[in-house]
């Protein structure tokens, strides 16, 4: 099973992107994903949640401006960030909840990361 991240980029303050993790491989059931960004000198930090049913949950600092979603046809979840302020700089990581068969327990991967820049 892999995540692979993508969309990251430089934009200008107030700019927009939007990030895309696809998951692949060998995948019976996707469960809670997740956004997860980490800022140089900062800890991993959660952004923003999804749940197999479409709950979503997001940091504070992004409400109102981030949204996600997920695909679970195509197996891709989604990070829509608008108004980026320079303090949304950061690498961004996505996670998934993951059963690879109907035998298996659900286990946690993360991507690769995407890097995000927002210039003032």
């Known amino acids: 099973v892999q995540l692979q991240a993508s969309g990251g980029g430089s934009v200008q303050a107030g700019g927009s992107l939007r990030l895309s993790c696809a998951a692949s491989?060998?995948?019976?059931?996707?469960?809670?994903m997740g956004w997860y960004r980490e800022a140089p000198g900062k800890q991993r930090e959660l952004v923003a949640h999804?749940?197999?049913?479409?709950?979503?949950n997001y940091a504070d600092s992004v409400k109102g401006r981030f949204t996600i979603s997920r695909d679970n046809a195509k197996n891709t979840m989604y990070l829509q960030m608008n108004s980026l302020k320079p303090e949304d700089t950061a690498v961004y990581y996505c996670?998934?909840?993951?059963?690879?068969?109907?035998?298996?327990?659900?286990?946690?991967?993360w991507g690769q990361g995407t890097l995000v820049t927002v210039s003032s």
């Open positions: 996670n998934a909840d993951i059963r690879r068969s109907s035998l298996t327990r659900a286990a946690y991967y």
């Open positions: 491989g060998s995948i019976f059931s996707i469960g809670a």
């Open positions: 999804i749940t197999s049913g479409g709950s979503t």
